[in-house]
Nanobody, 119 residues
Framework: QVQLVESGGGLVQAGGSLRLSCAAS????????LAWFRQAPGNEREFVAR????????YYADSVKGRFTISRDNTKTTVYLQMNSLKPEDTAVYFC????????????WGQGIQVTVSS
């Protein structure tokens, strides 16, 4: 099993920045890909960004490309989501997720963390 814990959320004004962290524990050696998703009230959960556990091949949703950066600290079992130029439409609960293959479903999820961007 893999456990994921998000941190770093909060309230920020439009144009500001936040950095989310996802700390992984348990069978982290089995992780292939770690991703961030988000869910705004009344909306379905949507993909934000993903990266391989080795810290390469980042991939982003068009809505965040150029503003968000996903990275992994290889000295720690932690993945980050640096969010710059935040917009009110970025307001959502952000979830960290992991999968053990390069494709397919994400079977491990964190509890989610609130990000609120005020206009």
């Amino acid at each position: 099993q893999v456990q994921l814990v998000e941190s770093g959320g909060g309230l920020v004004q439009a144009g500001g920045s936040l950095r989310l962290s996802c700390a992984a524990s348990g069978r982290t050696f089995s992780i292939n890909t770690l991703a961030w998703f988000r869910q705004a009230p009344g909306n379905e959960r949507e993909f934000v960004a993903r990266i391989t556990w080795s810290g390469i091949m980042p991939y982003y949703a068009d809505s965040v490309k150029g503003r968000f950066t996903i990275s992994r600290d290889n000295t720690k079992t932690t993945v980050y989501l640096q969010m710059n130029s935040l917009k009110p439409e970025d307001t959502a609960v952000y979830f960290c997720a992991a999968r053990q293959s390069s494709v397919g479903q994400y079977y491990f999820w964190g509890q989610g963390i609130q990000v609120t961007v005020s206009s």
